[in-house]
């Protein structure tokens, strides 16, 4: 674990080198629960802060922005690394909120003497039991751009933008995120990284938005006892239920059986959690799993587009843990060129995820994730 950890390091030293204190703060972040995700083990956050403080003064900077921004446990530890002031806090610029349908973009900008002004954002969606968390970001604002530029860029066709009192867009952060981690939803290191900055900014303590997953928690389809009879009566329930509301409401007549066979092949690798699904799982069934099977070509070119359906199917009922829903859409997107590519050559051995793909489709969705209601 040390020599990881250590590479890690290196790599944030590297990228923060000269970087402004905000683009430190992010990074330093962005790391930390980078490391704390994966593997989720509780000693692997105090490794990693004696990791930076073996580096002397070149690590300070990082040391100071866990410090101000960490979770508890590890901003005492961090904080206990390092002498000398810490950089004062960016000033909040601007703050609004822009509602979009069922959900609402909260928009920050925030500035340092002699810094650029660094733009933020915050996705929550409304739920019957209050505000859920779907993402969030934060980068350096484009040359030239002013924080009304931003926002009009960012609010799209929606007509109206406010400025909310900053406790009420506190509050709603807070409870989004508490509301997401409590259904153990993945929400990307980078949402992770961006909450400490822009809660910060609205006087929202750090511990009260960290402790969220890249992969999110254990999902409410869990098969109990794990036999093989108890696995075929929720598969029949579920695939079942989809089939006749295809019939009713209309849909992709595909879906049922692309819930069937993601059903499926979470049993088949021995895994009782058949609702949580990461951009891993879907490259396994898709690049390993399907080409073994003899899928014909053109039932191929169909069938991410019904997996896409399938998962917002569990999705709609509260089924669906680990990545966020709009993450594996656009994964599927591109898994989906793959596959067809992998057929039409008639190559048969699985190909191992591709991280660069995964990381572009997040990135992406992300940005689809301001205009989207799920």
């Known amino acids: 674990m040390r020599p990881r950890l250590d590479a890690l390091v290196d790599q944030l030293l590297a990228a923060t080198a000269d970087a402004p204190v905000t683009v430190i703060e992010r990074l330093s972040c962005f790391f930390l629960a980078t490391v704390l995700d994966d593997p989720p083990a509780p000693e692997t956050g105090a490794l990693f802060v004696d990791a930076l403080a073996a580096?002397?003064?070149a690590a300070a900077p990082a040391l100071h922005a866990l410090a101000d921004l960490g979770p508890p446990a590890i901003a005492r530890l961090a904080a206990e690394q390092v002498d000398g002031p810490r950089p004062a806090a960016p000033a909040l610029t601007e703050l609004r909120s822009i509602p979009l349908d069922d959900s609402e973009v909260i928009v920050v900008a925030l500035q340092r003497p002699d810094e650029p002004w660094f733009f933020g954002h915050v996705i929550v969606e409304d739920e019957p039991d209050g505000p859920r968390l779907v993402t969030a970001g934060m980068g350096e604002a484009p040359a030239g751009h002013t924080p009304d530029d931003a926002i009009a860029e960012i609010a799209g066709d929606a007509a109206t933008t406010f400025r909310p009192a900053e406790a009420e867009a506190g509050r709603r952060i807070v409870a989004g995120a508490a509301a997401t981690r409590a259904l153990g939803v993945g929400v990307g290191s980078e949402t992770t990284a961006a909450l400490p900055l822009i809660a910060r900014s609205l006087g929202i303590a750090p511990?009260?938005?960290w402790?969220?997953?890249a992969t999110g928690g254990p999902s409410k389809l869990i098969v109990e006892p794990p036999e093989d009879e108890a696995f075929g009566v929720v598969l029949q329930g579920l695939v079942g239920a989809l089939e006749g509301e295809t019939r009713?409401?209309?849909?992709?007549?595909?879906?049922?059986?692309?819930l069937e066979l993601l059903l499926e092949f979470k049993?088949?690798?021995?895994?009782?959690?058949?609702?949580?699904?990461t951009?891993?799982?879907?490259?396994?069934?898709l690049l390993g799993a399907l080409p073994r099977s003899e899928l014909e070509p053109a039932l191929a070119r169909d069938l991410p587009g019904a997996f896409a359906e399938a998962l917002g199917y569990l999705h709609d009922r509260g089924l669906l843990a680990g990545e966020p829903l709009p993450v594996l859409e656009e994964?599927?997107?591109e898994l989906g060129e793959e596959l067809a590519a992998t057929l039409a050559r008639g190559r048969r051995s699985p190909r191992p995820p591709d991280r660069k793909r995964q990381a572009k489709a997040k990135r992406r969705a992300t940005r689809q994730a301001r205009?989207?209601?799920r």
């Open 371 to 373: 205009r989207r209601n």
């Open 211 to 213: 402790g969220l997953s």
């Open 279 to 285: 951009t891993d799982d879907l490259a396994g069934l």
């Open 331 to 333: 994964t599927l997107i």
């Open 267 to 277: 049993w088949a690798a021995g895994e009782r959690d058949l609702g949580h699904w």
């Open 248 to 258: 009713e409401r209309g849909g992709d007549a595909l879906a049922p059986l692309a």
């Open 55 to 57: 580096r002397g003064a």
């Open 207 to 209: 511990a009260e938005v």
